[in-house]
């Protein structure tokens, strides 16, 4: 498309130069008749007098018919074929489309395509005790198919044995930038979890949660979880 596009644009351009210095001669000359006509007329005024009655005051001062602008016609056939060229032009310009050879996507098209990449893959977990300290280390896998993240933190949610909500926790991963098919580790100690039954682990950015299944079961689950004896 862009083959075409440049010789009708070249096209257009010199034809609009063109037809503006032929209209621009057409007035010229039109100027200048209109002056001959002008010289003539009071040429013939000077020259008639009361003892020349072979001209009426009528005749003398009669509008001269004037003369049609040779190529009038032409001018609106090379405005009409001009504009044509120049529909032309911007007709093929909107139909181009995006650029084959780049990313059509939109940036909002973009993030959606973020959104929806692989979730990030939990290989590992394990839990101490120190005192009524609960300290989990894992390992977590962006798989190949996933995208590049950055400043991930991983997340430790306690809970007694009852299931109520204890304390939390959280700590960033060690790599600070994670490229599909990298790993990980992670250390995250939860403070004050001496009554601590159970916990759960999820992972998050400055954007919000980030997704991840548990490669240590036979299901997927979004939050992995970890039952202590």
């Known amino acids: 498309m862009d083959a075409l596009l440049l010789p009708l644009a070249v096209v257009s351009v010199l034809l ?129 198919s996933g995208a590049n993240v950055t400043h991930v933190t991983a997340v430790i949610l306690a809970f007694n044995r009852a299931g109520a909500f204890i304390n939390s926790a959280r700590a960033p991963l060690d790599f600070t930038t994670l490229e599909p098919g990298e790993e990980s580790p992670f250390v995250v100690t939860v403070p004050s979890a001496a009554d601590v039954g159970r916990y759960r682990v999820s992972f998050r950015t400055d954007a919000g949660v980030v997704r991840h299944v548990d490669r240590r079961a036979s299901d997927s689950t979004r939050l992995a979880a970890a039952h202590l004896p």
Do not use: C, Y
Request: no cysteine; hydrophobic share 45%; net charge positive.
């Open 16 to 144: 609009s130069v063109g037809f503006a210095g032929f209209a621009w001669h057409l007035l010229r000359e039109e100027r200048r008749r209109s002056a001959a006509r002008v010289a003539a007329l009071s040429a013939a005024i000077d020259e008639t007098s009361p003892s020349s009655p072979t001209r009426g005051v009528g005749d003398l001062f009669a509008p001269a018919r004037p003369d049609a602008a040779p190529g009038s016609p032409f001018i609106k056939i090379a405005v009409g074929v001009a504009m044509a060229i120049v529909v032309i032009v911007l007709v093929a310009s909107a139909n181009r489309g995006p650029d084959a050879t780049g990313d059509s996507r939109t940036p909002s098209t973009q993030s959606a395509s973020s959104r929806s990449a692989a979730p990030l893959e939990l290989i590992s977990m394990r839990h101490t005790r120190d005192g009524d300290k609960l300290t989990v280390a894992g390992l977590v896998r962006n798989p190949r």
